[in-house]
């Protein structure tokens, strides 16, 4: 299997009725880099999921960031995602020349917010690839939608479906409840020295 994540216990993989394929399902802090015939798939609220891939080796990854920026070195925050993203598709002999990119997400869902966290990870994400002379050849930011996202790898083909209010309290919630989870647990992870 040629699939790599972040998180410490990996993210399910499951078969996606709707897309009719395999699936990797990731989560707020994850990323997933696959050269394999998969959708990588979250659902994002007021958080970014960047998706990038090399159309000539036919790999590609995604990211799930909440923040676009903050202490510590974890996929939470935008910076450090999109680097751990990007090392691990050089890493895997993509170039850099021929990364191209898609974003989605930045959803204002939580309201009440004189510069909301979703109009910061939006604007952070399509300065990110600016600086990093990363075409951004399509998006679906900003808004106050709640949406789920499938990439495909393999392609860089990208399906966005916007989620129906119902949603969104549901969304909000989530994202309100780790928000407040974030605020209290030290950004750093463990470390294990060898």
């Not at 990323?31 to 891939?53: K, N, Q, R």
Request: hydrophobic content about 45%; aromatic content about 8%; some cysteine.
């Amino acid at each position: 299997m040629s699939v790599a994540t972040a998180a410490v216990a990996a993210p399910g993989r499951y078969f996606d009725g709707a897309l009719q394929t395999e699936a990797l399902k990731l989560l707020p802090a994850d990323y997933a880099v696959s050269d394999e015939p998969i959708a990588l798939v979250t659902l994002l609220g007021s958080c970014v999921a960047a998706c990038l891939w090399d159309p000539l080796l036919r790999i590609g990854g995604m990211n799930h960031f909440m923040l676009p920026d903050g202490d510590g070195s974890c996929a939470r925050y935008g910076a450090n995602a999109m680097e751990l993203l990007i090392n691990d598709l050089l890493k895997r002999g993509a170039r850099r020349a021929r990364l191209q990119a898609k974003a989605f997400g930045g959803g204002n869902v939580l309201r009440g917010f004189a510069d909301p966290v979703g109009t910061r990870n939006a604007r952070f994400v399509v300065d990110y690839l600016a600086a990093e002379r990363i075409p951004l050849l399509a998006q679906d930011l900003g808004d106050i939608h709640p949406r789920k996202i499938a990439f495909f790898p393999q392609t860089g083909r990208a399906f966005v479906r916007r989620l129906p209010a119902t949603r969104e309290r549901e969304l909000a919630d989530i994202e309100r409840a780790y928000h407040e989870r974030l605020s209290r647990a030290p950004s750093g992870g463990s470390v294990e020295l060898f």
